[in-house]
């Protein structure tokens, strides 16, 4: 089972580690993995995505709870939330595949941020069924290099 | 008025209570050193490596319940803390080391005695800290104390660059410290306490599980009253043994891999479970799908990560054992039953398996029984309540089941790391903490030779610690597991090849000598006793002795191999 866990962590050197490690030495995998400040810069927000059946989850939960630098875990089952994911996209493009790749960003409400002779680069927002959909239609046009964000989530309402 | 990294330290320390500081000097922390030297508040005791010195602090704590300390310097020696850090770590015990490090601007430049150990010791710390800045490093010390002693209690590790100690700021001591990552939760929810109190009162065939945990938070006496109240068996752990009187007839001593048959059937056959400050370890649940087959589980434990990790916790409730216990005995007055006319059934049912293969070893009048050894050393000594150390191996089990303990705090052993060599620097760690008591260590060839270099920490600080090597000649626990499983190949644990631990020991000056006859066990332990200073025993033992009764690894608990 997927499992998102959004985290508050300190700031600080050294916490980004304690948490890989954690998820090394007790061998859970982490699947994605974003950290950027906060509105308040003593704080990081570090969003994981993780899998594993209920009981590793709930461990998974209680166990970075105890780190110290660990402020608070965000969980997401069972209520409503949101999630976003961006993706840039490095396409291959000459005269052949131009007009469909274009085609395609704009089904999908993506843009081309950069352009070269030989090459776009697409941005892409969306949760992760939408960009693994975009980037299903593009593979066979010739995708030169990926970078995703990984997910980050929020919950729905006050 | 300012003062230096390595005074402001000091100063701290002694705001913490600390008396007893244990280590080795080197280069990164010779500046604390040189300030230790111009004071007396805090007595420092040299031991002979650095894993004795965080042993040695553990033995302080775990006798005591404060915390214990060690100073080391940098690379090597803050490396040799790790395996007595991480034995803390799995054993829950409040240690803070301090480790020199290099001067903070050649950190990460492979500076000559050089080790990331904030780096190496993340993962078997509560916590640890490197201090960039000398005016951080009371609110550091403030912070270190306050999480090693609180919560589940651990080890924390506090990483001193030189600049740090020889730097000035203003000292001003926190009064208290307040992380918001950190808030360990003390009180139960009284909900909870009301729902898991009825369902103890309900139960017909309830049992105690009674881990270290109850020994650390000091609520013995509340689970003393729980079972005497309600006429409740108590099984303890390893770690536990201490917490209950074993000479109580509600007492079944200690289950699991070598833990009693009366303790192992009981698991198998009570109809409710109430675990108070143990963590289901594997050598207590044997395999996890046989475990306690016909029982719902109450798990009290301060750790929250702790509850259905292993076992699947019907009741769960999250706080300090003691706070926990003093808000649910009142309720049980609620109840107007006849518990011991309730209890009668069950109780008879562990009379029975009481009565049913007692834990036993054959003698045949001449060679040396280790049993023997513990028995007779309970007998001699049971009215002065010594504390008892144990190494890790046979030795230790045999301690486990033969010396009869009543008190908290007075068996101490290496459960979750099990290191061999822990025993002899603990026992002087306790013996510093507690310089009016007998402090034994019982302790294996093996083990011994691990650590035996603190003989002359012994001497040096006059610490009277009395040592008994049950000598096979053999790394014993490894050849009992070579004898039944692999087939008497005994792969690397004859260590027949030995010093002469008597005149090793005399060599230092200190009072030894051997035991070899059964006939003049009690004599040398009366010896041992009368001696004023140390004391090291050699005592030869039947070579091919084992642990019984045993469950094969992954076996089932009620699987017991039996003498
Ligand atoms: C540091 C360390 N190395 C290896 C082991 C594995 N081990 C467990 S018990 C044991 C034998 C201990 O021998 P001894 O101290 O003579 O005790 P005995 O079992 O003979 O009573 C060994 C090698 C260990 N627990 N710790
Ligand atoms: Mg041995």
Not at chain 1, 63 to 75: A, G, M, S, T, Y
Not at chain 1, 120 to 130: A, C, F, H, L, R
Request: charged content about 25%; overall charge neutral.
């Amino acid at each position: 089972m997927e499992y998102i866990v959004s985290l508050l962590v300190e700031n600080k050197a050294g916490v980004l580690c304690r948490i890989a490690n954690l998820f090394s030495g007790r061998g859970y995998n982490i699947e994605m993995l974003n950290v950027a400040p906060t509105m308040d810069p003593s704080l990081s927000r570090m969003t994981i995505v993780t899998s594993g059946d209920e009981r590793v989850l709930e461990q998974i939960n209680k166990q970075l709870n105890k780190l110290i630098d660990v402020v608070k875990v965000v969980e997401y089952r069972g209520r409503p939330y949101v999630e976003r994911e961006m993706a840039l996209i490095k396409m291959h493009t000459d005269a052949s595949t131009r007009a469909e790749v274009l085609r395609i960003v704009d089904i999908f409400r993506a843009n081309v941020v950069s352009v070269a002779r030989d090459s776009y680069v697409i941005e892409v927002t969306g949760d992760s069924g939408k960009i693994n959909a975009i980037l299903n239609l593009l593979e066979p046009l010739g995708i030169k290099e990926l970078a995703r964000t990984g997910k980050v989530a929020m919950t729905r309402g006050g | 008025m300012k003062l230096n990294g390595a005074k402001i330290l000091l100063e701290s320390l002694k705001r913490e209570g600390v008396k007893h500081i244990f280590g080795i000097p080197g280069g990164a922390i010779i500046n604390v050193f040189d300030e230790l030297y111009k004071q007396k508040d805090l007595k420092f005791i040299l031991t002979r490596r650095e894993d004795g010195a965080t042993f040695a602090a553990e033995g302080y704590a775990r006798s005591t319940g404060k915390v214990g300390v060690a100073f080391v310097t940098s690379g090597p020696a803050a490396t040799n803390t790790v395996t007595g850090i991480t034995n803390a770590y799995m054993d829950s015990v409040p240690i803070v080391v301090f480790t020199g490090q290099v001067p903070t601007n050649l950190i990460g430049n492979d500076a000559f005695q050089e080790a990331d150990i904030t780096g190496i010791t993340r993962p078997c710390t509560k916590h640890n800290f490197l201090v960039k800045r000398v005016e951080d490093l009371a609110e550091t010390v403030k912070k270190a104390f306050y999480i090693a002693s609180t919560g589940r209690p651990g080890p924390v590790l506090v990483d001193l660059p030189k600049d740090v100690q020889t730097d000035e700021a203003e000292f001003n001591y926190p009064e208290s410290v307040s992380i918001r990552g950190y808030n360990p939760t003390f009180h139960g929810n009284p909900r909870q306490i009301r729902k898991v109190a009825r369902i103890i009162a309900e139960a017909k065939k309830p049992l105690l599980y009674v881990g270290g945990g109850v020994i650390s938070s000091g609520a013995h006496k509340e689970v003393y009253t729980l079972a005497k109240k309600l006429c409740i068996p108590v099984f303890t752990t390893l770690m536990g043994i201490g917490a209950f009187p074993e000479t109580d007839e509600l007492s079944l001593g200690m289950a699991g891999m070598h833990g009693t048959y009366r303790a192992n059937m009981a698991i198998q056959h009570c109809d409710l479970l109430i675990s108070i400050g143990a963590r289901f370890d594997d050598r207590v649940t044997g395999k996890l799908s046989d475990f306690a087959p016909h029982a719902s589980i109450v798990h009290i434990d301060i750790d929250p990560a702790s509850i259905s990790k292993n076992v699947k916790v019907d009741y769960p409730i999250v706080g300090d054992a003691k706070c926990v216990l003093q808000e649910m005995l009142p309720l049980f007055d609620e109840y107007e039953k006849d518990w011991k006319e309730i209890r009668k059934p069950w109780l008879e049912m562990i009379e029975n398996w009481k009565n049913e293969h007692k834990l036993a070893y054959v003698r045949d009048g001449k060679t040396i029984k280790p049993q023997y050894v513990l028995e007779k050393l309970y007998q001699l000594t049971k009215d002065i309540y010594p504390i008892i150390v144990s190494d890790v191996g046979q030795h230790q089990m045999w301690v486990a089941q033969f010396y009869t303990f009543t008190r908290p705090r007075t068996h101490l052993s290496a459960g979750g790391l099990g290191p061999m060599g822990f025993g002899f620097p603990a026992a002087l760690g306790a013996q510093v903490a507690n310089p009016d008591r007998m402090v034994i260590n019982i302790t294996g060839d093996g083990s011994f030779q691990m650590s035996m270099q603190e003989l002359a920490t012994a001497v040096e600080s006059r610490l009277p610690v009395k040592v008994v090597i049950l000598n096979n000649g053999f790394l014993g626990m490894v050849r009992q597991w070579q004898q039944l499983f692999f087939g008497r190949r005994y792969s690397g644990t004859d260590i027949s090849v030995q010093p002469d631990f008597v005149r090793l020991a005399g060599s230092y000056g200190i009072d030894a000598f051997r035991l070899e006859e059964e006939k003049d066990v009690e004599e040398g332990l009366r010896k041992m006793l009368d001696c004023s200073g140390p004391c090291v025993v050699d005592v030869r033992i039947s070579r091919e002795e084992n642990v019984y009764p045993m469950v094969p690894a992954g076996a089932p608990i009620t699987h017991m191999l039996l003498v």
